[in-house]
């Protein structure tokens, strides 16, 4: 089964911290993505990366950067996080286009 | 603008009868469509992907059909029981450069009663 790790469920950051979320898959993806998730706005895309290295803005870049050194690893990191930034963050991967996402628990941030 | 639109209003339905839910689009022109179904506090799961060419996809209770003229997507689940109780989310992929990058709606809760 294809596996979609993101390394913090829960966290609580304080205002202008710089905040790292992990997320990790075991499938050789060539695909990974990050996506918010807030009441009535559905899943909306922060950054696309279709291969190592290569990254793409989504919909709501502003005020995140992401990273991706190694294949299996795709990084999302809020500079400064900001009350606004609070909201469940998806991972997701997948093979190429076309083919089925898999979403990794969520990760559930509050700041403060 | 572009936009994917599905039924903010949770859908209630009795057990055993046919779910049906909407997924409309407009300014896309979507390779692909997709249907995932999401759990409370969980991640999306995929359930059923659609091609443009395609006007109907089966599995096991569920069926999608995709009409590329009225740029929508009906998802219904038959028979449909308790444990099918969900939001469930259409996505659409469509081309940006050499790649595609898939854009999802806001979903529809669905809720089916003993």
């Known amino acids: 089964d294809v596996k979609v790790t993101q390394s913090s469920r829960y966290l609580v950051k304080r205002t202008g911290e710089k905040v790292f979320l992990e997320c990790v898959q075991d499938?050789?993806?060539?695909?990974m993505f990050w996506y918010r998730q807030d009441p009535g706005l559905g899943l909306r895309l922060i950054y696309f990366?279709?291969?190592?290295?290569?990254?793409e803005k989504g919909d709501i870049p502003e005020g995140y950067s992401v990273s991706r050194e190694k294949k299996e690893r795709f990084s999302l990191i809020l500079e400064s996080a900001s009350t606004n930034q609070t909201s469940m963050y998806l991972c997701?991967?997948?093979?190429?286009?076309?083919?089925?996402?898999?979403f990794g628990e969520g990760s559930w941030l509050t700041v403060v | 603008s572009q936009k994917i639109e599905q039924n903010s209003e949770a859908l209630n339905i009795q057990e055993g009868k046919t779910a049906t839910l909407t997924c409309n689009y407009t300014?896309?022109?979507?390779?692909?469509l997709q249907w995932y179904r999401q759990d409370p506090g969980r991640g999306p799961v995929f359930l059923l992907l659609?091609?443009?060419?395609?006007k109907e996809k089966r599995k096991e209770r569920l069926k999608v059909t995709f009409d590329t003229t009225l740029k929508q997507s009906l998802f219904h689940i038959t028979a449909s029981q308790p444990a099918d109780s969900a939001t469930y989310l259409c996505?659409?992929?469509?081309?940006?450069?050499?790649?595609?990058?898939?854009?999802f709606g806001a979903g529809t809760r669905l809720a089916v009663h003993p």
């Open positions: 997701a991967s997948r093979l190429f286009s076309g083919n089925t996402i898999y």
């Open positions: 499938m050789d993806h060539e695909n």
């Open positions: 990366s279709y291969d190592v290295k290569m990254k």
């Open positions: 300014n896309y022109s979507p390779a692909y």
């Open positions: 659609i091609r443009e060419n395609e």
């Open positions: 996505a659409l992929e469509k081309s940006q450069g050499g790649y595609n990058k898939l854009i």
